[in-house]
């Protein structure tokens, strides 16, 4: 195991995973004198942000165990899209409550895993940009041409005449 293999992204990542992990036990909604944690209140999708928040733990620990450069490559986009999709299933649920709304009230714990999905989502993107295979990012410069590396034909010139 090589820690200092870890980057920004894949850290941010793995601290975000944890997080929403914790916060998957807080309560998010409340209905008169009850709390719901995500767990009680939204069944499928707390499991789907248990899955991406392994999954952001699992990044983390790839990249420090792994041999391959690969493999944390492929982690790192799955973690991000996972992420997103996390992101907009609990910005829905704030938007769209369960239940009725006169009767249900938003608790912090939602607020909190809106930040934790989104960070999951933000750490796996820099994950991706910190190896050079960002959306849209290229890492790779291609060389300035100049007059010296122009071939005659290349530079409109003619090729000076033969002896």
């Given at each position: 195991m090589d820690l200092s293999r870890l980057r920004l992204g894949e850290a941010l990542a793995a601290a975000a995973g944890v997080l929403l992990l914790v916060v998957?036990?807080?309560?998010?909604?409340?209905?008169?004198?009850?709390d719901d944690s995500a767990w009680e209140a939204l069944r499928v999708l707390s499991v789907v942000l248990a899955l991406t928040a392994v999954l952001a733990i699992g990044l983390a620990l790839v990249t420090v165990t792994g041999r391959s450069v690969a493999i944390p490559v492929a982690a790192s986009v799955l973690t991000a899209g996972a992420g997103i999709v996390a992101t907009v299933l609990v910005l829905y649920r704030l938007l769209d409550e369960p239940g009725p709304n006169e009767l249900v009230s938003v608790k912090y714990g939602a607020y909190l895993g809106l930040g934790a999905?989104?960070?999951v989502a933000f750490g796996g993107?820099?994950?991706?940009?910190e190896t050079?295979?960002?959306?849209?990012?290229s890492q790779h410069q291609p060389p300035e041409r100049t007059a010296q590396t122009e071939s005659p034909t290349q530079a409109g010139s003619t090729p000076p005449p033969g002896p």
């Open positions: 998957l036990f807080l309560p998010w909604y409340g209905a008169l004198q009850e999905a989104f960070a993107w820099q994950a991706m940009r050079g295979e960002g959306v849209g990012v």
